[in-house]
């Protein structure tokens, strides 16, 4: 048996074990199991991807070059692309609400 299907089976013994031993709600505690562990690793995903970017940041401030990129972008902010880069951000804005219409623009 491979692991994910042994931890499937652990799973929907637990829940069977949580619901107080139910006869008949197998196929109920597999489905259910199923969906326990595929939002685990969703999260999982997600909790990985944090971490990654944290250790990128990390990186990135022992790398010295903080102040140097700090200095682009306020002069990038102080310059005729600051306009730009503010629809862009607004466009970005937008996007994330789910408001696509700004992006067909």
Known sequence: ?????????LRAYLIWERE???EGRE???????EEELAREEVDG???????DYDKG???FEKSG??????????K????PERDE????????RRKGRGDDRAAER
């Open 27 to 33: 196929l109920d505690h597999w489905r259910a199991a």
């Open 65 to 74: 070059r903080v102040a140097e990129a700090a200095e682009k972008a306020r």
């Open 76 to 79: 990038a902010l102080d310059s």
């Open 20 to 22: 107080g031993r139910p």
């Open 1 to 9: 048996m491979d692991d994910y299907v042994e931890r499937l089976h």
């Open 45 to 51: 995903a997600g909790l990985q991807a944090g971490r």
């Open 57 to 59: 940041v990390k990186e």
């Open 85 to 92: 880069l503010e629809r862009a951000q607004e466009t970005a």
